[in-house]
Nanobody, 117 residues
Framework: QVQLVESGGGLVQPGGSLRLSCAAS????????MGWHRQAPGNQRELVAA???????NYADFVKGRFTISGDNAKNMVYLQMNSLKPEDTAVYYC???????????WGQGTQVTVSS
């Protein structure tokens, strides 16, 4: 069984910063990529950023220049540094990992990020 545990969400004022962390544990091997998605009320879940095990990154256009994804392969962890946060960044942020020969996709429970004055 694979477990993903996110942390670092919370309430922040517009223009502020937060750093999300996600740790993957359990019967997981051959991690191919880790990433962050988000879902706001009434919206579809959308990709925010992803990083491959080789370090290649991919960002949604709406976070380019503001968010930075990084990973620690040795610890099976992924981070999301979020700067210049906007109210429209308010959402539940989910960590996911793609792993194994069958390219399985596992998800965390999500962490709430609220940007409000």
């Amino acid at each position: 069984q694979v477990q993903l545990v996110e942390s670092g969400g919370g309430l922040v004022q517009p223009g502020g910063s937060l750093r999300l962390s996600c740790a993957a544990s359990g019967s997981i091997s051959n991690i191919r990529s880790m990433g962050w998605h988000r879902q706001a009320p009434g919206n579809q879940r959308e990709l925010v950023a992803a990083i491959s095990n080789g370090g290649t990154t991919n960002y949604a256009d709406f976070v380019k220049g503001r968010f930075t994804i990084s990973g620690d392969n040795a610890k099976n962890m992924v981070y999301l540094q979020m700067n210049s946060l906007k109210p429209e960044d308010t959402a539940v942020y989910y960590c996911n990992v793609v792993w194994g020969w069958a390219w399985q996709n596992s998800w965390g429970q999500g962490t709430q990020v609220t940007v409000s004055s």
